[in-house]
């Protein structure tokens, strides 16, 4: 597959993921769904948005993504939002989040292991 055909593949799928995540943001309310399956396709877009940039030849991408998602975690467990004076932005709030749970760190490790398996299937087709 051409390195455009990758891009827009990998911007279908952060298409279709944002769009999942927003459906599960808006309309999901339980205690399953949005805290645990949210946070583990949350690292699943972040890689697919990287990947529309650099498709290929990244094999540690992965555990990039979960360094950056568990330091936003570490910096809500400081408070950021409140620091940087953003609590009163709504958009800004959510996006970097105001609530520390080490749960969620777990969710990413989850996320990324997946992709970890996704790069080793990947690889191994080549």
Not at 17 to 26: D, K, N, P, V
Not at 48 to 76: C, D, H, M, N, S
Request: charged content about 20%.
């Amino acid at each position: 597959m051409g390195l455009r055909k990758k891009r827009m593949a990998y911007l279908l799928a952060t298409l279709l993921l944002f769009g999942i995540e927003l459906l599960i943001a808006l309309f999901v309310h339980d205690d399953f769904i949005r805290p645990y399956v949210g946070d583990v396709l949350v690292v699943v877009l972040l890689y697919t948005f990287v990947r529309i940039f650099i498709p290929e030849k990244v094999r540690w991408l992965p555990l990039y993504i979960f360094l950056f998602a568990a330091g936003v975690e570490v910096l809500q467990y400081v408070r950021i939002a409140e620091v940087l004076g953003l609590s009163d932005n709504r958009i800004l709030s959510v996006v970097i989040g105001s609530v520390f749970d080490v749960k969620d760190i777990v969710c990413y490790g989850v996320g990324c292991g997946l992709l970890f398996v996704y790069e080793g299937v990947k690889r191994g087709r080549k």
